[in-house]
Every structure is written in structure tokens, then in C-alpha cells.
């Protein structure tokens, strides 16, 4: 591995959170197939991708704009499972939105992970003017805005960047290409093969990165993010992944794409890869992925007690939080 | 909080000077304001509202930004959240509607969807109306499509001194607050502004005229042509009180239904055009409320119901509201 700063430490650590969003993500599935969750966004397949993200930023005071894609993201950003399952099933206690939001919707005032609506690329500008408030105020923060290949159709992606670009705003963009916006494959999208190209247009850098591997994204983000710091403008980057299973609990993926290709694709499951990786460098062992799956189980079964348990919102709540005052 | 004549030092402004002046006082007493938008710095605004501003604030804080509204808007939002007071100008109201995904499902909710734990305190300003040649993408009355949205404050100052008050409390306020400022208005309205700062809180009508005849409900550059056509009235005997709503959401409940209870007889003017525009909503509080003081049907005097302003003098002219219009309606409405 190379010299990145990456202590075993922090790659288990990342490993960890990367088990943990799958388990907390195959969960929700369950909850959903039992009519226990009326429906479910996974990130199954993009761990690696928005896990090493994330441990690139300084969590918590950078921005993070995610998409309904991210929940290993925010995972390990600092969400916890108790709160991912309090959303997911619309509970008050619900820090991303007290229950008013459907799931994925993330948001955390405390974490620094911005509220997001469903109209994608709208979180794109919403970077680029945390951005422009970090130049401005010279508070030595990162924003970066996901989203999936579908959603660089929209014109505020291009405008976002070409925003952030003319600025040189502290601002990253990071796409994460599964190939398909929920059934259109991407060259229905774009008659690039890359999102990443779409970064010279903008001036700016565009990178692509293999997005099942958590180390390689940890060292494209962290050099952007570097770079932000440094006060040299935005970078695009692209990590090219896949997602394992269909968009959502209401999507069928069998009708767009075969069951061959999605076993290739699952030939490079990021987890399977990671760990392989990590016990050839020494760093995991067998006793210690089955102690870890352990404390997940424990983990992800309290989360979803907890938060099954936890009161509904009260309806009087209704009008609250529509002004501050008036 | 709002100083009258005589008590303070005050000056004569129109109706422009007195937003450059405010948002140049509001820029000196917090440096978390920035204002940007399309052609703002340089060249201090197409309508030369943000003229000198680049100059004493620098390019930070006055930025001249790439043409896209629904980035200026959705910057905004960012900047917000990330701890600056954003003041974008949107070129012409019209142009608003690039941007109408970020503020009616953006800014407007924030606060809402979070729970209250984010909110966006932002202020869009935009030159709206006609009667100035811009024709269908120039002269646009856009609040109506905005005071539909809760999440969202509307204001439309009449007056220069109110263009002041409303736009001190608008970039004080913590929710999303547009602004819209009728280009007629800039250099034709004058009047004495105090230099001091004060507010004049959103949601609060004001009667500009006493009256016990008839009621004119309006808002906007219909507020001076309401009071000319009150003045004529005077000569033929009926009494028309003017109440300026001042802002469109919220609307000031009270001070609609206590000209409407005390007159009796309700006349609503917008430039907007007729179907589904404020008026219809003054109405229905009109209706629902104090139906029983009325002593005639409810009138309104509107834009017509076609898609925008045109552009040859005579059809713009046959389009808009004047001070002739309104006086012959509120005739109507007195003698019935």
C-alpha cells in the first residue's frame, strides 16, 4: 500500500464502516420486506466509494451534500444506526428531519451533512455556495456534493461547476457512476464515456478513480481536498462503481439489466476485495472479521429496536418549523 | 423602532436611492452580507441599484457571478447555511423562474424538512412590472407564483421609505424573503427617508390614505397610482382609504378586514394579471371574515388574463393598471 498517512488502524476502522452500511442496508431490506418499512434506498455496492470519501475529509466541520445513494457515507461520517433507522421509519426522534422525510433524505445540522430535497444536482449549487461562504468567511472548509451519473444531465450540475470553477471554490464534486439512473444505462445519458471529461469543459480537474477500491478514493479526495484548501478551485471526480441490488424496494432491476452481468459485477464486491486485501497485508484476520460481524449484528439490532420503539411524531407537530418567526 | 419626521435626520431619495442606501448601511453593520448576481459589481446593476457598492465593499462581497439564476439562488442557499447573509439580485423578475425549483423547494424547506434544524436566512431581490417598454420578459409581476409557497416571506415596497424599513427586516429575517422592487418605481418615487436604520416588520399592511367611502386594497407602483385616483375621487365627493399591503405573505389579516369592516365597499388593484393573483386571496379572507359589513361586492382591478406584457406602446398600455382605471372603478364601487 502506498504512502498515503492509511495506518491498519484507520483502514480497519474503514473496513468497519463499510461491513456496518452493508449490514444496516441488507436490514432495511428485510424491514421492507416485511411491511415493516415502506421503502428502502440502498448503497449496497458503493461502500468503498463513499467510505474512503468520507475518511478523507475532516468529518464533521467539512460539508457533505449527499444524494439518497449514501447511506455508508453517512455512516461514516457520524451518523449512527439508531439514527439511520429512527429515518427510516419516520420516527420524531429523527435527527435528518423528525420523520417528515422519506428515507435516504439525509441531513445533519451537527455532522455538517446539508439537508437535500429529491430533484437531483440541486445539492450541487447548495456545495458550491458552502463554498463560496468558506472563501469568503476563510474558514478553511471542504464542501463536496454526491450524485449519481443520471443526475449530470441536470443543468445545475453544469452550473454548479462552472460556478465553482470561475470562484475557485473549495468545493469537490464526487460522482459516483454505477452505470445506471435507475434503469437508463449511462450511455443513454451522456454521449461521453465519462463523467470526469465533463471537467475540462469547466476548467478544473477531472479525475476517475476506481470506486470499489476505499484506499484509491481516500487519496483522490484527500489530494482535492488538499487542493481546496490550498485555495486552487474545484475538482470533479468520478468513481466508477456498481449497485448489487435494484434502485429502490419499488424497482425491479431484472427488467434493464441480466443476472450475468450484475454476477460479474459482484465479482468485485468492494467488501469481499477490502477484506481479501487487508488480511494479505496482515492487518484482518479471520477471528477478527467474524468478532466484527458480531458487534454489527449486536449494533444493527439494537438500532432497529430502538427505533421501532421510538414514538411516531406528534400530528400537533404539523405547523412547526415552517418560519423561524413571523 | 421607526422614526417619524422630525425626529431624526432624513433626506430625499427616490425610490432606488433609498435600496442602494440600505443595502449599503446593512453592509457596513454586518460583514456577513454579500450581495452578487448578474452584473451587480462592475457595473453596479442594469438598473444601477448596486452601484458603488463593489467599489466600497470589494470584489468578496459584491460579486459579479456567472449568468445562471438557479445557481445564484441555490449559492445562496449554501452561503447561507455556511454562516453569510446572501442578498442576490435576480436581473429581472422574470428571469426568476430558472431558479424556482431552488427557492420554492429549497430554501422554502429547509427549515421545514430539517426539522428546524437548518434554516436560510436569504433575501432575493428582483425588479418586477411594466409600463416601461420591457414587454413580455421585462414586465412581469411574479409574487403571486411566491405567495402561494409557505417557507417563503413576499414583500413589495410602494414607497421609498418603506423600500428602506422592509429591506433592513428582510436581510435581518432568518427565512427566505423575496423582494421585488417595481422598476417604474426607481426614479419616479421620491420621498423622505430617514438616515438612521429601522424596520418596518414584514407582514404589517399600512393605510396610507384615510378614507370611509371605499376601501383600495394594493400594493407595489399601484399604491401611488391608487392615491392619485383617491385625490380625484376627493373632488367628486367619495372618500377612498388606500391600504398598502406591503407584503404579500405573510398578508396582514387585520388590517384587511378593519378597512374592509370600516368602509364597507372593497376595491383590490394588482398589476398582476386577475385569475388566481393576490387579490383573489384578499377576497376570500374579505369573504370568509367580515361579510356582513359589506355593503357592495367585492371589485378587483387586475392585469388582464393573458400570457405577459406586450410591447407596442398602445397594447402595453391597454395592459396596464392606471390611476384613470382606478378611479372609475372605485366610482362604480361608491355609487352602487
Known amino acids: 500500500m502506498s504512502d498515503n498517512g492509511l495506518t491498519p488502524e484507520i483502514m480497519l476502522d474503514m473496513y468497519y464502516h463499510m461491513v456496518l452500511a452493508r449490514a444496516v442496508d441488507d436490514r432495511m431490506w428485510i424491514l421492507n420486506r416485511q411491511g415493516r418499512a415502506p421503502v428502502v434506498y440502498t448503497s449496497n455496492g458503493h461502500e468503498a466509494a463513499q467510505v474512503g470519501s468520507a475518511f478523507a475529509l475532516n468529518r464533521g466541520e467539512d460539508w457533505i451534500c449527499p444524494y439518497y445513494r449514501d447511506l455508508a457515507l453517512v455512516l461514516a461520517y457520524g451518523m449512527t444506526p439508531r439514527e439511520i433507522m429512527l429515518h427510516l421509519l419516520g420516527r420524531a426522534e429523527d435527527p435528518n428531519s423528525g420523520g417528515r422525510q422519506m428515507p435516504a433524505h439525509w441531513g445533519h445540522a451537527k455532522l455538517h451533512i446539508l439537508t437535500g430535497g429529491s430533484v437531483v444536482a440541486t445539492q450541487d449549487v447548495h456545495a458550491a455556495g458552502l463554498a463560496l461562504a468558506s472563501k469568503v468567511l476563510k474558514d478553511g472548509r471542504v464542501s463536496v456534493a454526491y450524485f449519481g451519473e443520471g443526475s449530470t444531465s441536470q443543468g445545475e450540475f453544469h452550473e454548479a461547476l462552472n460556478f465553482a470553477a470561475v470562484h475557485k471554490l473549495p468545493v469537490i464534486f464526487f460522482n459516483e457512476n454505477n452505470g445506471y439512473a435507475i434503469s437508463v444505462p449511462s450511455r443513454k445519458q451522456m454521449a461521453v464515456q465519462d463523467v470526469a471529461a465533463r471537467a475540462a469543459g469547466y476548467g478544473m480537474p477531472g479525475v476517475i478513480v476506481d470506486g470499489n477500491d476505499p484506499v484509491k478514493v481516500y487519496e483522490v479526495v484527500k489530494e482535492a481536498a488538499d487542493r481546496a484548501r490550498r485555495g486552487e478551485g474545484p475538482t470533479l471526480i468520478e468513481a466508477k462503481t456498481y449497485r448489487f441490488v435494484p434502485h429502490s424496494s419499488d424497482d425491479d432491476d431484472r427488467a434493464y439489466r441480466s443476472r450475468e452481468e450484475v454476477a460479474e459485477a459482484k465479482k468485485r464486491d468492494p467488501i469481499a476485495m477490502f477484506e481479501a486485501r487487508l488480511k494479505e497485508a496482515g492487518i484482518l484476520t479471520d477471528e477478527k472479521v467474524k468478532e466484527i460481524q458480531k458487534e454489527i449484528k449486536d449494533i444493527v439490532n439494537d438500532a432497529t429496536d430502538y427505533a421501532e420503539k421510538a414514538a411516531l411524531p406528534d400530528p400537533a407537530t404539523l405547523g412547526d418549523h415552517v418560519y423561524g418567526s413571523l | ?336
Open chain 2, 1 to 336: 423602532m421607526i422614526p417619524k419626521a422630525g425626529q431624526t435626520t432624513m433626506a430625499v431619495l427616490s425610490y432606488l436611492e433609498a435600496i442602494r442606501e440600505t443595502l449599503r448601511q446593512e453592509m457596513q453593520r454586518d460583514s456577513r452580507i454579500i450581495i452578487y448576481g448578474e452584473d451587480v459589481g462592475v457595473r453596479g446593476g442594469v438598473f444601477r441599484v448596486t452601484e458603488g457598492l463593489q467599489k466600497e465593499f470589494g470584489e468578496d462581497r459584491v460579486i459579479d457571478s456567472p449568468l445562471a439564476e438557479a445557481a445564484i439562488v441555490g449559492t445562496a442557499i449554501g452561503a447561507a447555511v455556511n454562516g453569510l447573509r446572501p442578498v442576490p439580485e435576480i436581473q429581472f423578475a422574470d428571469f426568476i423562474f430558472p431558479a424556482i425549483n431552488q427557492i420554492v423547494q429549497e430554501a422554502a424547506r429547509i427549515r421545514y424538512r430539517s426539522n428546524g434544524t437548518f434554516h436560510v436566512p436569504l433575501v432575493i431581490r428582483a425588479p418586477f412590472g411594466g409600463g416601461v417598454h420591457g414587454a413580455l420578459y421585462h414586465s412581469q409581476s411574479v409574487e403571486a407564483f411566491f405567495a402561494h409557497v409557505p417557507g417563503l416571506k413576499v414583500v413589495i415596497p410602494a414607497t421609498p421609505y418603506d423600500a428602506k424599513g422592509l429591506l433592513a427586516s428582510a436581510i435581518q429575517d432568518e427565512d427566505p424573503v423575496l423582494y421585488f422592487e417595481h422598476k417604474a418605481a426607481y426614479r419616479s418615487l421620491k420621498g423622505e427617508v430617514p438616515d438612521e436604520r429601522y424596520l418596518i416588520p414584514i407582514g404589517q399592511a399600512d393605510v396610507k390614505r384615510q378614507g370611509k367611502d371605499i376601501s383600495i386594497i394594493t400594493y407595489g407602483l399601484m399604491v401611488s397610482y391608487a392615491l392619485k385616483a383617491a385625490e380625484e375621487l376627493e373632488k367628486e365627493g367619495i372618500s377612498a382609504e388606500v391600504l398598502d399591503l406591503r407584503s404579500m405573505r405573510p398578508l396582514d389579516v387585520e388590517a384587511i378586514l378593519e378597512t374592509a369592516k370600516k368602509t364597507g365597499k372593497v376595491l383590490i388593484v394588482h398589476e398582476d394579471n386577475l385569475t388566481g393573483g393576490i387579490g383573489g386571496e384578499v377576497s376570500a379572507l374579505i369573504s370568509e371574515h367580515a361579510l356582513f359589513y359589506l355593503d357592495a361586492p367585492i371589485m378587483r382591478l387586475a392585469g388582464p388574463d393573458v400570457p405577459a406584457m406586450p410591447y407596442s406602446a398602445p397594447l402595453e398600455h391597454a395592459f396596464m393598471v392606471t390611476p384613470e382605471k382606478i378611479r372609475d372603478k372605485a366610482r362604480e364601487l361608491a355609487k352602487f
